[in-house]
């Protein structure tokens, strides 16, 4: 029932609509209707949830680059992720993963839309992997004077730019990630700089799809005690993702819940960092709905069937007595 209170405003149901007071204002809307979910609708349900904790997962490891990120990243990178799994017809819907993905397609994500990567530092650069695992970087020429776009207010002419080059592996049938290292370009002043290869010494752990991101900081520094201070602020922190790989060989699909402890992995216990990843606990919890699913559809066929069989075709006939 819906009342109206000492300031004439309603609150409360009535029918199939909601009243609610928010800042001074009426809000009137319809009550959410329940719908029964079919197999399909499940299974794309189960995707987006995963690949939406996926991209929260990518995020996060990757916060030592970008250090601010915008308001609309989390949208923009599951849906990357999200279209990442879709490219994949092979496997069935609903199993798939981001070890199943095409890894292009997050190629170009930036974290920060406020200030893109490509349009604030125009440097080349192309990504690859050597035979041994290693992932190298290849940086073109950059006049900082010229081809860095600062904030309106930031003299060129003093600041330290930092070119950062990060490497990162997933793991996310096992439930870990691995910081596979930084790289750090500076660059004081005004300066021009005639590119070179950058080299991450750790390996690309087989059974990981990894990930490389750049990202621009810029520094001002304080001439009485030679301290810096970081410029980069929620309007201006370029990072994007500018390279990928996927796993050579993929570990299994989980076919319970996934207790990963760093100590599984001698020798990178200090490495293994551990996802708060749902993705796994949806793919096991769709065997469930959709088994459920198909039982009460098997169910409903069969009582079908039964009065089809009760009930004869055709006129009846009656003997007279």
Known sequence: MATIDNKGMVHGTAGSVI???????????????????TEKTIRSATEFGLSSSAAAVIRTAFEPAYFFKDGTAAYRSTQLVYRSILNNISVEKGKRDLH???????????????????????????????VAGLVNVTLGS????????????????????????M?????????????????DLDLEGYQSFQGQVVTFTEKVPEDCLALVSMSLMLYSTVSQTNESILLNSKEFSPCAI?????????????LKKVDTQPFNYPGR???????????????LGLESKTSKLISERSKKATVKEVVIDIIPKGRIPFQKK
């Open 142 to 165: 950059l006049n900082t004077k010229t081809q860095i776009k600062r904030p309106k207010n930031a003299s060129g002419a003093y600041i330290k730019h930092r070119i950062r080059l």
């Open 100 to 130: 199943d993905g095409n890894l292009s397609q997050l190629e170009g994500m930036d974290f920060n839309a406020n200030s893109k990567l490509h349009d604030v530092l125009q440097i080349s650069h192309s990504v690859s992997k050597s």
């Open 242 to 254: 500018i390279g990928s790989f996927q796993s050579v060989k993929p570990s299994e699909h989980p």
């Open 167 to 183: 490497l990162v592996a997933f793991n996310f049938r096992e439930e870990y990630y691995e910081n596979l290292g930084f790289q």
């Open 19 to 37: 009243y609610r007071a928010y800042r001074g204002k009426n809000i009137i809307q319809g009550k959410a209707k329940t719908f029964k979910q």
């Open 269 to 283: 216990e200090e490495k293994i960092r551990l996802m708060e990843y749902k993705g796994n606990l949806l793919k």
